[in-house]
């Protein structure tokens, strides 16, 4: 399994960005997919999952601000991050859940957010 994270990079506090993950090697089938991130000094934290069925569960500081969505292979997934702050500043991972209740982790993309 294979997940690369992209479309991190620095912004101004109140601006956007778009991250994507590319999936691929899931052969047994995707269960759920999602964002975490982990800041410097920090446990890592759930930032969006997105499951069958189209359920979404966002984490409490994000809600509002942040939107998932994939496609329907799950070959990509999305995070569009609006009226960021600069305490979501972390790297962001992606996560895919198989279908046998395994975890991925693709390599992590840095968000930096300046006041």
């Known amino acids: 399994v294979q997940l690369v994270e992209s479309g991190g990079g620095s912004v101004q506090a109140g601006g956007s960005l778009r991250l994507s993950c590319a999936a691929s090697g899931l052969t047994v089938g995707v269960y759920g997919m999602g964002w975490y991130r982990q800041a410097p000094g920090k446990e890592r934290e759930l930032v969006a999952l997105?499951?069958?069925?189209?359920?979404?569960k966002y984490g409490d500081s994000v809600k509002g601000r942040f939107t998932i969505s994939r496609t329907r292979d799950w070959n990509l997934v999305y995070l569009q991050m609006n009226s960021l702050k600069p305490e979501d500043t972390a790297v962001y991972y992606c996560?895919?859940?198989?279908?046998?209740?395994?975890?991925?982790w693709g390599q992590g993309t840095q968000v930096t957010v300046s006041p």
């Open positions: 997105i499951g069958v069925g189209a359920n979404i």
């Open positions: 996560k895919a859940i198989d279908t046998r209740r395994s975890d991925h």
